[in-house]
């Protein structure tokens, strides 16, 4: 048995579901397939940044998912075991659980009018493209696969997901009950060309850090000295993931397959943020396949999307430069001493978090203030 769609979307969380319900808007036929049901657990730290919440409110049209979550307008700033500042009168930044912030989005939707395919694993077919499930076959001129960093559909369209010396993975534990006073808390350098974050929640604390996969030969031990130095005693259950970590790739599919969110490799490599990158990611995914159907020219959605994309491709390349001074040992010191001292490079950060501003903003910043030596060593020269 077949089904015929305009669009199959593969992968139901932030990406695919921004993707699934921009599409279905639009009047295209959209299936939106994922091997798990909803709602299921997602290792992530759970904050909606600025940035995020603007991305939410636009797709899908509410302001912010009905879920449980918490509001913080202030953390603090820690870098190499130093305390940098306090963000205070910070954008909010709203916290919660994916396991219930992806479930709002896979409802919204099939509201929209997408048709539910989630709790069943198939074979994709990329040339045709058509995708096999149990006794059902969906085919459609184009698919959109946000299927995650460990993308199957990355895989059989470039024989791997990632590039493993430039991933990054991340390690995470729950702490169940009242976060009570706990900051929400940002540590650059937890890990090795990484960061740790606390995400107190409305029903507990998220702990986590993450850091560039190869430069970290025992992770689990920089989890737990980050906890340690939290105060955090309890035995929790810790889950692991791999980040992409602005290791993007520049053309985000090929042929009729587009790849989006974490698939595509859209996390920003400083903050480790990669919701709000999802979201547009699905979104402009969309556009372009509503307009390259529009034009009967499906072979044309890859262009179309790839050049959507070049904002954001811009913001993570500027990011990579900045994450070499940032952990490079022979420039930690300028990087540190220009933060600490300049408030308006401490509001451009919490600006690019709200999505006020982007990278260039905060390197227009560091060029002003770093020794001539150390900006020429950060650009390679």
């Known amino acids: ?42 290792l992530c730290g759970g904050g909606l940044t600025g940035r995020a919440t603007g991305h939410y409110a636009r797709i ?12 913080r307008d202030s953390f603090e700033f820690h870098a190499f075991g130093e305390r940098l500042d306090t963000g205070e009168h910070a ?16 409802e919204r939707a099939l509201s929209a009018g ?53 991933i990054g993975f991340a390690l995470e534990v729950e702490r169940p009950g009242d976060s009570g006073d706990a900051p929400l808390r940002i540590d650059f350098g937890a890990a ?25 030969p025992d992770m689990k031990a920089a989890l737990n000295a980050y906890l340690a130095a939290l105060g955090v005693t309890e035995d929790l259950t810790v889950k692991g993931q791999f980040l992409p ?16 969110g974490d698939a595509a490799g859209l996390v920003d490599p400083i903050t480790g943020e990669g919701i709000a990158h999802a979201l547009r ?9 509503i307009r390259a159907l529009a034009a009967g020219a499906p072979d044309s959605a890859l262009e179309v999307y790839t050049d959507a ?41 919490l600006r690019l978090l709200a999505g006020e501003t982007e990278y260039a903003a905060i390197m227009a910043g560091m060029a002003r203030r770093l020794p001539g030596l150390a900006w020429r060593a950060l650009r390679g020269q």
């Not at 990611?281 to 396949?289: F, M, Q, T, V």
């Open 1 to 42: 048995m077949a089904r015929h769609f305009d669009l199959i979307v593969i992968g139901a969380g932030p990406a695919g579901a921004a993707c699934a319900t921009t599409a279905a808007k639009a009047g295209l036929r959209t299936a939106l397939v994922d091997r798990k049901r909803f709602p299921r657990d997602k």
């Open 245 to 260: 970590f602005g290791a993007f790739r520049a053309v985000p599919g090929r042929g009729r397959i587009l790849l989006a």
């Open 309 to 349: 994309l070049h904002p954001i491709h811009s913001g993570l390349r500027q990011a990579r430069i900045l994450r070499q001074l940032m952990f490079r040992r022979p420039l930690r010191p300028a990087f540190l001493r220009s933060f600490r001292n300049s408030r308006s490079l401490k509001t451009e950060y």
């Open 114 to 166: 997408a048709m539910d395919f989630t709790g069943r694993s198939g074979t994709l077919h990329c040339e045709a493209p058509a995708i096999d499930l149990p006794g059902l076959r969906l085919t459609a001129p184009l698919v959109v696969a946000a299927d995650g960093v460990n993308s199957p559909t990355a895989k059989r369209l470039f024989g791997a997901a990632y590039d493993r010396d430039r």
């Open 281 to 289: 990611s699905g979104e402009l995914a969309a556009r372009a396949a």
């Open 60 to 71: 899908f049209g509410a302001p912010l998912p009905d879920v449980p979550m918490t509001q």
């Open 192 to 216: 090795e060309w990484g960061y740790g974050w606390q995400f107190p929640k409305a029903d507990g604390t998220t702990i986590g850090l993450g850091g560039v996969l190869r430069r970290n």
């Open 91 to 106: 954008p909010p930044i709203h916290l919660l659980m994916r396991r219930d912030f992806d479930a709002d989005l896979v």
